[in-house]
């Protein structure tokens, strides 16, 4: 019976917090709200998900998103600084291919998703056969170095979740 009211208990539980955070603070209505979203939208969204991802490491999950936001905050520094104090011609933009070793699609989704939330870099495409995410960087000085820190901070840690 739980499982047919919860088929994605994790993502009940992102989706209230989220909502919780977004009404700016913990109040009795907005934890109402959000668990009322936490059910109902994987309620709603569960024909398009045939297969259920499984999570194999939760507690990796949290040192993922404790990882994100701290890329993100440092991210949002340095591009202030690019777009502050760099002139337009010392940028060194380009597009980096990231090699996957994950061919599971909500791991692969996740990384372009964290890419592109992470101020400087945002996911382009992916090839057909989900072996390669092409990515573009703001200022990207050593592109084999970017390449492995994307595949060190985030995709180790997906590799993790997803197996």
Known sequence: MLARLLPHPLLTLLLTVVWVLLANGPSAGSVVVGLVLGIVLPLLTRPFWPDRP??????????????????????????????????????????????????????????????????????????????????HALDAPDPEEAVATIKRRYERRLLEIFG
Do not use: H
């Open 54 to 135: 499984v999570v194999r490491a939760p507690a990796t999950v949290v040192e993922y998103a404790l990882v994100v936001l701290w890329d993100i905050c440092v991210a949002n520094v340095q591009v202030a600084y690019l777009i502050l104090f760099k002139r337009p011609e010392e940028l060194r933009s380009r597009f980096l291919v990231v090699p996957l070793d994950t061919l599971v699609p909500e791991a692969i989704v996740t990384l372009a998703g964290t890419i592109t939330m992470t101020p400087g870099t945002v996911s382009c495409d992916v090839s057909a056969d989900g072996r390669a995410l092409l990515v």
